[in-house]
């Protein structure tokens, strides 16, 4: 894929973020659900011009807990429902080793977000990354993403100055994925600096 160095270009984690979590793993589509609101807040950022990419930890499958097909199904109904309220995923960067393997791209390592930067042509300083976890958010900022939490899957019920505690500098605190796409919608464009003549 050649350069775009404007590509408007917005990287969400999944469980949690997008979907409900689970301390037993979600391994299949029938456990796969949304979260309210998730799916449509995703369609208004494409509809704002945003491309969405999913960075996700999938550790159970080297648990063994699943297998790529059940994976894949997962993905499946997630691009099915997304379609049906006008949304879209660009793309979907998983990692499937478990936490002993001693990858490069299990978040908090930074490598999912690599492979994206790689597959888009872009730099990733300052594209919002969105995530419910520290190691979602430590991923992001080690590539220069702008970090944002979430206050569902791991950090629900939390109060935002509990849940901000230990954040990389600057991270932005949002109730759930329609108010991170709130937020973003309404943020004013960066207008460009002309050097003094």
């Not at 949304?87 to 936490?99: K, L, N, Q, S, T």
Request: aromatic share 6%; charged share 20%.
């Amino acid at each position: 894929m050649p350069a775009d160095r404007h590509l408007k270009l917005v990287i969400l984690d999944r469980d949690g973020t997008i979907n409900h979590d689970s301390d037993d793993f979600v391994k299949s589509a029938e456990e796969w659900q949304p979260l309210p609101g998730a799916l449509e807040a995703i369609a208004r950022l494409n509809h704002a011009g945003w491309h969405v990419v999913i960075a996700s930890n999938q550790s159970g499958l080297g648990r063994g807990l699943f297998d790529v097909a059940a994976l894949n199904a997962m993905h499946d109904k997630l691009h099915k429902q997304l379609a049906a309220v006008g949304g879209r995923i660009d793309a979907i960067f998983y990692c499937p080793h478990a936490p002993e393997d001693g990858c490069h791209c299990r978040k908090p390592q930074s490598g999912l977000f690599e492979q994206i930067g790689a597959r888009f042509g872009v730099s990733l300083k300052g594209l919002p990354a969105v995530g419910d976890s520290l190691r979602d958010l430590q991923a992001g900022s080690a590539v220069g993403c702008e970090p944002h939490l979430v206050l569902t899957g791991k950090s629900a019920g939390l109060p935002a100055e509990q849940a901000s505690h230990g954040l990389p500098e600057g991270t932005r605190v949002h109730a759930d994925l329609a108010a991170f796409a709130d937020y973003l919608l309404g943020r004013s464009p960066v207008k460009p600096v002309l050097a003094a003549a």
